[in-house]
């Protein structure tokens, strides 16, 4: 028997392989360790400089049933910004109440959701370890805390690309075209 038969040695992961229970277990603390640092490096501020206070205002508008800029006596319809962030501000205080610290936690749980996405996509084509190291880029990224602090749309734009690109690799993988 020679030395090298001996050496018991683990099997790689092959890509495309299923989650195993300690990548499960990393992939958790991951995401719980970055929306807990995310949450305590918030800060619950309106920015001057942004575009948070318009978002609100326009979130307002849109449970009366309109979308105007209510603070400007016989504006008409805006037209500046899509109405996708304030939807999303609005179907975040109807869920978790009005406030920011609402709307800061709704922006830690996109970025999580994009992390888990992205985790999944990168371990369909590599292992399901290098999937964690993928999820812990976007938690750990400082830009992404920082967004993750202010009323911004790009949140849940990367939230909506992360899920593009999921479901169009779930699609792919059941043979859809």
């Not at 037209?79 to 609402?102: E, F, T």
């Not at 909506?160 to 699609?171: D, G, P, Q, R």
């Amino acid at each position: 028997m020679t030395q090298a038969s001996a050496v018991t040695t683990r099997p790689t992961p092959a890509p495309g392989e299923g989650w195993s229970r300690a990548s499960v277990v990393a992939l958790a603390i991951v995401l719980i360790v970055g929306m807990s640092l995310g949450w305590a490096r918030r800060g619950a501020a309106l920015t001057v400089y942004g575009d948070d206070a318009i978002y609100l205002t326009l979130a307002q508008s849109l449970t009366t049933g309109h979308y105007r800029d209510d603070f400007l006596l016989g504006a008409p319809p805006h037209a500046q910004y899509p109405p996708g962030m304030p939807a999303w501000l609005l179907i975040v205080r109807l869920v978790a109440g009005a406030g920011l610290d609402p709307a800061m936690g709704a922006n830690l749980l996109l970025v999580a959701v994009t992390a888990l996405l992205l985790a999944d996509s990168v371990r369909r084509f590599s292992t399901p370890w290098v999937g964690v190291v993928a999820a812990a880029i976007p938690m750990f990224h400082p830009a992404l805390f920082s967004l993750a602090s202010q009323l911004r749309s790009e949140l849940p734009f990367l939230a909506c690309c992360a899920c593009a690109l999921w479901l169009s690799l779930v699609n792919g993988s059941r043979g859809s075209p």
